[in-house]
């Protein structure tokens, strides 16, 4: 029996769908049975930034009204082992799949599949209860910026009332030299604010951009920073203590944290 | 080199420190939806009582809401806060 993860922040353009395509990635290179879906129905985009979206036949409306099979939706992501993708409809809206048809999707998925993780759409409405509504874990992705952390708190206080508690927080797109001027918040400071445990933090990196324009997960390529802080979250994951990259968090708290590990 | 970093960064006018001062601030509101005339209720009926024992600095007392996890399982749970400065006790309970 899998597990399923809903990759969610509440603020768009904070990064959700290139954590979910590169720890999905990393999942799949890792040996794991994964399956990506896409519940930002009419916006989706996990198909392009997989480099997925010539491929695309059906779409999970699709599956849940039963115009085909599972199986026929799902798109194998050919440069890696198991790793699939089940991509949303373009031109349907939020309303087209209900939370009880998500559950019985997951369901059905968990199955199948290692892993399930789930790019949320941006918001709180009915989109982001759909694609919460299937999911065991939660991982919250947030920028060092004021608006993005606000709304990251607003979600885990979401997951909690909707029994997802204990979600992981994704710190994303950080500038450590930024952070070094007192020009940034650092990982410690939205630890304290959010209070939740922190799953990994991912530099702000070119790479990231540069792999969407090719449509390759950065977790593909040995010189990314950031790809290589996707792997170690993936790792972190598979439950392997993984030590945070050496820029991602001062002393104190790496101190702190591996007290917080030992404490389990 | 690194130190001068830290403490150029711990200083609070560093921008870093502005936006977590205004986050938490925006927060407080953002996580209860509990008017500020509720928090002013507690507030007076905390002074209220706890005048009978000491005296406290009523300008400094501060009642917000947080949250906080739990010991025994580490859940986040609400958390009404107070912060109160005592002046002085009172000479009844010394």
């Known amino acids: 029996m899998g ?20 720890i999905g990635t990393a999942l799949a290179f890792n040996g794991k049975k994964v399956v990506l879906v896409d519940a930002d129905i009419g916006l989706r985009n996990l198909d392009v930034v997989m480099g997925l979206e010539n491929r695309i036949v059906y779409d999970v409306v699709d599956v849940v009204e039963g115009v085909c099979r599972l199986r026929q939706a799902l798109i194998k992501d ?4 198991d790793l699939f993708l089940l991509p949303a409809a373009q031109t349907k809206d939020k309303n087209a799949v ?3 048809q998500m559950q019985e999707l997951c369901e059905r998925l968990k199955q199948e599949f290692d892993f399930v993780l789930i790019d949320c759409p941006a918001g709180i409405e009915q989109g982001f209860k759909n694609a919460i509504a299937g999911a065991d874990k939660a991982i919250v992705v947030t920028t060092p910026e004021i608006s993005a952390v606000r709304d990251a708190d607003r979600i ?6 909707s029994d997802l508690g204990s979600p992981k927080l994704v710190v994303n797109r950080v500038r450590i030299d930024m952070v070094k001027k007192g020009d940034m918040m650092n990982t410690e400071d939205m630890i304290d ?3 939740i445990d922190l799953l990994g933090v991912v530099p702000d990196d070119e790479s990231i951009v540069i792999s969407t ?14 790809g290589k802080a996707f792997n170690n ?7 392997h203590e993984v030590p945070f990259l050496e820029l991602e968090v001062d002393e104190g708290f790496l101190t702190k944290l591996l007290k917080l590990i030992s404490k389990r | 080199m690194i130190d001068l970093f830290r403490s150029s960064a711990k200083h609070s006018t560093s921008s870093k420190n502005v936006a977590k001062e205004r986050l938490k601030l925006v927060l407080v509101h953002d996580r209860v939806n509990v008017s ?8 007076g009926d905390l002074i209220k009582v706890i005048s009978d024992y000491m005296e406290i600095d009523e300008d400094n007392l501060e009642v917000k809401m947080t949250k906080t996890k739990r010991d025994e399982d580490d859940t986040l749970v609400p958390a009404l806060v107070a912060n109160i400065p005592i002046k002085r006790m009172k000479g009844a309970i010394r």
């Open chain 2, 36 to 43: 500020s005339t509720f928090l002013e209720m507690i507030k």
């Open chain 1, 233 to 239: 979250i993936a790792l972190r994951i598979l439950g």
């Open chain 1, 213 to 226: 324009n090719r449509g390759e997960p950065a977790v593909g390529d040995n010189r990314s920073l950031a």
């Open chain 1, 78 to 81: 050919k440069r890696y082992p």
């Open chain 1, 193 to 195: 604010i959010l209070a």
């Open chain 1, 156 to 161: 885990i206080g979401l997951l909690e009332a």
């Open chain 1, 3 to 22: 597990e399923v993860i809903v990759i969610t922040s509440g603020k768009g353009g904070v990064g959700k769908t290139t954590a979910t395509a590169n």
């Open chain 1, 98 to 100: 209900s939370p009880a």
